[in-house]
């Protein structure tokens, strides 16, 4: 019997979830398609990511949503995402237990949402997200394949604990590690090219927008979320973090502008690294694109294999030391990684890997539906 492939795999996993729900439960689960403007909406704060959370959910049935969700990922990517779900308790201690957010418990691993849309079949077309605080997983299947896996998002709050025995807990490690590693062994000359800004944004520059346009300025955090806050306590709070954090960072209307993304990438090429420089650069990389299952992500990696690793630009900003507030980008052909690691006083990680022409599929589903109605 011939393996299962991902898009078989996620098509088994989301139906057997699916058929364990109630009819309420499936409501909310379950939206026709294609549902385009809530498809493409995708969150990474605590806040309502759409449709049915882990606390609504039986035990069997949350064990059902995360099989679907290790569906979507790699080995590593499942240990890394779950641990993240995980970390909502640490920094729920971190925080004294004080931050609500509107509900009866703020920081909450049980507040992790699913959502299918459109009936699952090999043939699709349909697709499934999985998103919480932190982690946003999306795929889209279509003629029996797995077409799109993006936007792709994990972060880590706090990014390094304390573990017993001296060890410590790091999430995106690598993440942070090789691109420092790979920062900091450019010379004087290419590092000039690489650093875009001397302070670093307080967050990714995309931010959750569903398309990534020309010229796009960082996003103010009470847009990170589904809607604005009718609280006003809530309101002042996180509009408060957003400028208290900008405020500490040093973070001007200059830094903004040199951070602005652009369709030509910023930072240095790939071609202007050497060989052992390329191979750090290659690397980092595929800590973005290996989150998502191994036959999917080396898929992605071949878009980047040999001389079209070239055209990958690398740009920092912020310093090149350990607890100095840092970002980097990876931008090329349908390719935009982002990192951060400002907040919390640079204990707080968003990563988040793009395909700004393909984010959704929806460069296939466009030419699907030419195609479709071409023959009709």
């Known amino acids: 019997m011939a393996p299962r492939g991902p898009a078989q795999r996620m098509v088994d996993a989301a139906n057997a979830w699916l058929g364990s729900l109630d009819d309420r439960q499936r409501a909310a689960a379950l939206v026709p398609w294609p549902s385009d403007e809530e498809r493409r909406r995708w969150y990474y704060t605590p806040t309502d990511h759409g449709g049915l959370p882990l606390e609504r959910m039986r035990p069997a049935q949350q064990s059902r949503a995360l099989q679907l969700l290790a569906t979507g990922l790699s080995h590593p990517g499942y240990v890394t995402a779950t641990t993240i779900m995980g970390l909502e308790n640490v920094l729920d201690q971190v925080e004294g237990w004080q931050v609500g957010w509107g509900r009866e418990r703020g920081r909450d691993p049980q507040l992790y949402w699913l959502r299918i849309f459109g009936e699952p079949a090999t043939a699709g077309p349909w697709s499934w997200r999985f998103g919480g605080h932190h982690v946003s997983v999306q795929h889209l299947v279509l003629e029996g394949r797995v077409q799109a896996s993006s ?67 960082l996003m103010p955090l009470p847009d ?21 954090a900008e405020e500490k960072a040093g973070f001007t209307a200059e830094h903004h502008e ?35 299952p191994d036959e999917l992500a080396e898929r992605e990696a071949r878009k980047f294999a040999g001389d079209r690793l070239h055209d990958v630009h690398f740009a920092w900003a912020g310093g090149f030391e350990r607890g100095q507030p840092h970002y980097y980008r990876l931008q090329g052909p349908r390719l935009l990684a982002e990192y951060d690691n400002t907040q919390r006083d640079v204990n707080h990680i968003h990563t988040v890997w793009r395909d700004p022409e393909g984010d959704f599929g929806d460069d296939v589903l466009a030419r699907h539906l030419a195609t479709f109605h071409q023959h009709r």
Not at 175 to 202: G, K, M, N, T, Y
Not at 230 to 244: C, I, N, Q
Not at 261 to 267: H, I, Q, S, V
């Open 151 to 217: 936007p792709a998002f994990l972060g880590a709050d706090p990014a390094e604990s304390p573990l017993l025995g001296g060890h410590i807990l790091r999430p995106l490690g690598a993440a942070e590690d090789l691109a420092r590693d790979l920062v900091r062994s450019l010379d004087d000359a290419q590092a000039d090219r690489a650093l875009i800004s001397s302070a670093a944004p307080v967050d990714i520059i995309g931010g959750n927008r569903p398309h990534i346009a020309d010229g796009e300025l």
């Open 224 to 244: 990170v979320w589904r809607g604005r806050f009718t609280d006003p306590e809530l309101a002042g709070r996180v509009e408060a973090m957003h400028r208290g």
């Open 258 to 292: 040199a951070v602005r993304l652009t369709r030509t990438p910023k930072g240095i090429a790939a071609i202007d690294l050497t060989g052992d420089q390329q191979h750090q650069l290659r690397a980092l990389l595929d800590v973005f694109l290996g989150r998502i």
